[in-house]
């Protein structure tokens, strides 16, 4: 497993923006595919955004597309997660993932897929 630690979270209003970065260490992270959840109060967690290994392929959730991008940094370890037009209901814990094993455009979206987690970092959006 690959050790992952967030940060960027916050308070923000809506129409915003906010930066989330996930660092990673322990394991060669060019070998992982890599995702970004969210988990809001009450709610399951949920695939927001997630990218493969080179950074050639990204996916979305259809309620963060146009509004969200998620990048990667293999030289630096890093994956991002750069969010424009915040809306309330974005408001949640949001999770870094690795995933280590072979994936498929499908399996990357799905939450046990992926064998490395964060901690996870509260993002706020007021009306």
């Known amino acids: 497993q690959v050790r992952l630690v967030e940060s960027g979270g916050g308070l923000v209003q809506a129409g915003g923006s906010l930066e989330l970065s996930c660092a990673a260490s322990?394991?060669?992270?060019?070998?992982?595919?890599m995702g970004w959840f969210r988990q809001a109060p009450g709610s399951e967690r949920e695939f927001v955004a997630g990218?493969?290994?080179?950074?050639?392929?990204?996916y979305y959730a259809d309620s963060v597309k146009g509004r969200f991008t998620i990048s990667r940094d293999n030289a630096r370890n890093t994956v991002t997660l750069q969010m424009n037009s915040l809306k309330p209901e974005d408001t949640a814990v949001y999770y870094c993932?690795?995933?280590?094993?072979?994936?498929?455009?499908?399996?990357?979206?799905?939450?046990?897929?992926?064998?490395?987690w964060g901690q996870g970092t509260q993002v706020t959006v007021s009306s």
């Open positions: 993932a690795g995933l280590s094993r072979k994936y498929t455009d499908y399996g990357i979206r799905r939450e046990n897929e992926y064998d490395s």
């Open positions: 322990g394991r060669p992270f060019d070998k992982y595919g």
């Open positions: 990218i493969g290994w080179s950074g050639s392929a990204t």
